[in-house]
């Protein structure tokens, strides 16, 4: 069986004492999920306390971005070095709004992902597509290029270390969610293109996290569908019982 994940990316949202609060109270319900790893993704301004907190628990730390670089003048910028020794596990990258608003393109973000790996952090990778995007029919082709740009000249054995999620632009804080038809068959069109540029035993065991308005009253269903392996919350992770209801959404 395929991991499943819930990762909860709080964005710049929360001062750190309201971010200790809210991962304390994840941390008090976490041992009431049993089909999922939970993942917290704080501001990185809030990594160290926070990991001092969840060091030892169920509860997993995220970063939501880091450099290319792993040290050396790249003035602001977060090492995935430091992220690893602070005891951090995974990094969001390629999510649309670095996209965006940072321009990260796919290239930049592969550089990206080949630092986390090098530091023994495993990459959430972000693919999705814009609303005009899916109206002129071509969500398939952006979320295909996404990632064979941003993650197909890995090895097998550091693609296996990925765990993928789908984004479609137009649901993420909009509170317009995709249906889980339309998430479950860009996500079995995701795991038919990792299957045909590695094998279908390694696309089989490919976790794919379902992001974009999702919360607890329509996680279940979403969760349902075959090929959605969990998800990637962002408005909704930052109570923490509507988070761990999601993440109980099994
Ligand atoms: C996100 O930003 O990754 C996200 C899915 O946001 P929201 O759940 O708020 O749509």
Same mark, same amino acid.
């Given at each position: ?5 819930? %990762?909860? #990316?709080?964005?710049?949202?929360? !001062?750190? =004492?309201?971010?200790? *609060? ?5 941390? @008090? ?33 995220? %970063?939501? #971005?880091?450099?290319?670089?792993? !040290?050396? =003048?790249?003035?602001? *910028? ?5 992220? @690893? ?11 649309s709004?670095?996209r965006t ?26 693919v999705g597509e814009r609303l005009e995007e899916r109206e002129s029919g071509q969500e398939k082709e952006v979320v295909q290029s996404q990632l ?18 789908y984004e479609p632009v137009w649901a993420i804080?909009t509170?317009k969610?995709a249906t889980?038809?339309q998430a479950?068959e860009m996500?079995?069109f995701i ?21 974009g ?38």
């Open positions: 069986m395929r991991k499943q994940i819930v %990762a909860g #990316n709080w964005k710049m949202n929360t !001062s750190v =004492a309201e971010g200790k *609060e809210l991962a304390t109270g994840v941390m @008090a319900l976490v041992n009431t999920v049993q089909n999922a790893e939970v993942i917290i993704a704080p501001p990185a301004t809030h990594l160290t306390e926070i990991a001092k907190l969840t060091k030892g628990s169920a509860v997993k730390l995220a %970063a939501q #971005n880091c450099s290319q670089a792993a !040290s050396g =003048a790249y003035t602001g *910028e977060i090492s995935p070095k430091t992220l @690893a020794e602070i005891g951090v596990e995974y990094v969001i990258l390629g999510h709004e670095r608003y940072f321009n990260e393109t796919g290239s930049l973000l592969n550089e990206k992902v080949k630092a986390v790996l090098n530091f023994n952090l495993k990459p959430i990778f972000c064979a740009v941003g993650l197909f000249n890995l090895s097998e054995a550091d693609f296996a270390k990925v765990v993928i999620a804080g509170g969610t889980s038809a479950q996500h079995q795991r038919s293109v990792i299957a045909m540029r590695y094998s279908k035993t390694i696309a089989d065991k490919t976790t794919i996290l379902y992001g308005s999702c919360k607890a009253s329509n996680a279940r269903e979403l969760f349902a569908a075959p090929d959605i392996d969990g998800g990637l919350i962002g408005g909704a992770s930052l109570v923490a019982d509507e988070f761990i209801n999601i993440c109980k959404s099994f």
